[in-house]
């Protein structure tokens, strides 16, 4: 990045549609549960990208960052995904 050039910061969350099993989470369920951890109601799972821009807008950005969920982040048919810039 340039000296003077600004950043924008975009997180992108992807986690399992609500009945899609997700293994991990059962697993780690059940792992809580063993080592005496309970009263857990329910463990979801889920991925955190963080993009990192220069040179160009948020809303750029995010455009951007929401072509990067359609071509390679997430499935659409098994992931729910929330895009949002992140404040500087």
């Known amino acids: 990045m340039a000296p003077g050039e600004s950043s924008v910061r975009v997180e992108i969350r992807v986690e399992l549609k609500p ?3 997700d293994a991990e989470a059962a697993s780690i369920e059940r792992s809580l549960g063993l080592l005496g951890i309970g009263n857990v ?3 979801t799972t889920a991925r955190i990208y963080d993009l990192e821009f220069s040179g ?11 072509e990067a969920v ?11 995904v929330e895009v949002r810039p992140v404040p500087a």
């Open 41 to 43: 109601h329910r463990v």
């Open 56 to 66: 160009i807008s948020a809303s750029e950005a995010t455009r951007r960052a929401q």
């Open 19 to 21: 009945g899609v099993m």
């Open 70 to 80: 359609e071509r390679l982040l997430a499935n659409p048919v098994i992931h729910r």
